[in-house]
């Protein structure tokens, strides 16, 4: 297995515009997570699908932020329209129940 | 609101000695603690998971165990080695099956040769 695959790798876009992040998790596993990461917040939570299904979003940040997972093997995470405090790196991890996540590579994100 | 933390200060030792990490949890009994090592530019990766009815487990140089009562979990490595040198997360998750997952903020190993 590939692992979770995430795209882009690095994303730079101006404020304003919309960015769609993609995640391809692991088949088999039916939980899926977005988490972004920041030095001054570490890794939060932002979303996770349990067998497709939105379970908790509470960690989106604004309305801004949105996720949808249309069937169990792609995910994408859109912010729009995009502001600089957006930038971080976006993570997208997938278990099976609550056995180890496996995370992606992450997609760094820069908005200016 | 549910925390976990972990000393946000770098923890330098030299190679060979046994480092120790410790993560604590306030407002919150998670069922499951986790630990992942995290390299500069990757997503974390699993290294141990520890049950709430668990005191203790090993895998190879590392140990972890689960104290309740003090809401701690300690993270050894004994042995360590240059490259052991990452950030290290400890994460916690209820007894809920869909497996939300909470992170501290990570603490950095420099193991020096």
């Known amino acids: 297995d590939a692992g979770v695959i995430q795209s882009p790798r690095h994303e730079v876009t101006e404020m304003g515009q919309e960015v769609t992040l993609r995640c391809k998790p692991i088949?088999?596993?039916?939980?899926l997570f977005w988490y972004r990461q920041t030095m001054m917040r570490g890794l939060e939570l932002l979303i996770y699908?349990?067998?497709?299904?939105?379970?908790?979003d509470s960690g989106m940040p604004e309305d801004r932020f949105s996720a949808k997972m249309p069937n169990a093997s792609f995910s994408t995470l859109k912010i729009q329209p995009s502001e600089p405090r957006d930038s971080a790196v976006y993570f997208c991890?997938?278990?099976?129940?609550?056995?180890?996540?496996?995370f992606g590579s992450g997609t760094r994100l820069t908005v200016v | 609101s549910q925390k976990i933390e972990q000393n946000s200060e770098a923890l330098n030792i030299q190679e060979g000695k046994t480092a120790t990490l410790t993560c604590n949890y306030t407002?919150?009994?998670?069922?499951?603690l986790q630990w992942y090592r995290q390299d500069p530019g990757r997503g974390p990766v699993f290294l141990l998971l520890i049950r709430e009815n668990e005191k203790e487990k090993r895998k190879e140089r590392l140990k972890v165990t689960f104290d309740t009562t003090l809401k701690q979990s300690l993270f050894h490595i004994t042995a360590s080695q240059p490259a052991d040198s990452a950030t290290y997360l400890c994460a916690a998750s209820g007894s809920s099956n869909t497996g939300k997952l909470i992170f501290g903020q990570g603490t950095t190993l420099q193991v020096k040769p």
């Open positions: 088949s088999g596993h039916n939980s």
């Open positions: 699908f349990n067998n497709n299904v939105p379970i908790d």
């Open positions: 991890a997938s278990s099976l129940g609550r056995a180890d996540y496996t």
């Open positions: 407002n919150y009994s998670p069922a499951y």
